[in-house]
Every structure is written in C-alpha cells, then in structure tokens.
C-alpha cells in the first residue's frame, strides 16, 4: 500500500471531483466547506496553508487541507482530513496522517474533531473519529471551542499546547474562512 500526494491536478480534474464528493460523504452538512474555496483560499488567505489530495496505489484516495495559526509559534491546524468511503480501513487516513505531519515535524500540529457528547445524534461516529486520532499517537488536551454550534475537542501531537489555541483557531481561521467563503 502506497500513499502519495496527488500532483498535478486543477478545479477540472476527476480527482478534484472526487475530493468534493469525498466532502460530502465524509462531513455533516453544518461542517462542509466548498473544496473549490479551500483551493481559494489558501492560495490566498495571506497564511500558509494547503489543500492536499492523495492517492492510494494510484486512486484517490482523500484529501487534506491544513492552515499556519498566525502569530510567532510555528503551529499549523488540520481543518479537514477525509478519507473516501473506498479507502476506508486500509490505513491511508493513519498514512495521509503520517505523511501531512512529517513535512514540518517541528511544528505544534493541532486539529478538532467533534466531541462524543451523550446528545450528539451522530454519537458513534464521533466516538469512532477521536478514537481513530489517538490511536494515530494524538491526544486529547482537555480544551475545546464551540464553532457553528458544534462542539469541537482539541488534539495535538505536541506535549503541550498553548491555552489560547482553542481562541486562535475559532477566531484566526474558522472566522476569516467564513469571512472569505460567505
């Protein structure tokens, strides 16, 4: 099994089709953002950030799209990772995972996934979803931030994680892609 990233592509590629459809099966309809506007956007959001697709011995495979918090630590947040239903337990989202954080190891890598409250009508998927990333060597860091109306846990890779990361992220990128996409 061979992950890689997916070159060469453009908003008329069949891969770039595939990852806006890998979008739409992969997050609530409240959490979805336009693939074509994360293009947009990091190219033009005057922080660094990427969208990524990748592929799995040469089909897609997933995408990922991450964002540079701004401010003077090097921490970098991984607002999507989706894995198309297909490639589902094969190991590429531990490998798209592996490979995303690799680029910049030196990095305080961050990311939200929603937490597994008793109310959460989608429950199990939450649950199955933390518990993918800590398998994955992430942890939990006991702070959360609530944006949209969804109530998000924050994870890490790094030991510690600053206490105003949660704020950074809600209001440094989730606010300004909102801003930016309408």
Not at 19 to 47: D, N, W
Request: proline content about 4%; overall charge neutral.
């Amino acid at each position: 099994m061979e992950v890689t990233k997916i070159t060469g592509w453009n908003e008329d590629s069949g891969v770039f089709l595939e990852a806006e459809k890998c979008m739409a099966e992969a997050f609530p309809p409240e959490e979805q953002v336009p693939v074509r506007k994360l293009l947009r956007y990091s190219l033009c959001a005057g922080t660094p950030g990427s969208l990524d697709l990748w592929g799995l011995d040469g089909r897609f495979a997933g995408f990922s799209y991450w964002q540079r918090l701004p401010g003077k630590r090097n921490r970098k947040y991984i607002a999507f990772l989706a894995v198309d239903k297909r490639m589902r337990g094969k190991g590429a989202g531990s490998r798209i995972l592996q490979l995303l954080t690799a680029e910049d190891s030196a990095a305080e890598w961050l990311l939200g996934v929603e937490r597994p409250l008793a109310s959460a009508p989608n429950r199990a998927e939450r649950i199955r979803r933390l518990g993918f990333y800590l398998r994955n060597g992430w942890r939990d860091t006991g702070m959360h931030a609530v944006d949209g109306g969804v109530d998000y846990e924050l994870l890490s890779l790094s030991e510690e994680t600053s206490a105003d990361a949660p704020r950074a992220i809600v209001t440094d990128f989730w606010d300004r892609l909102t801003m930016f996409t309408g």
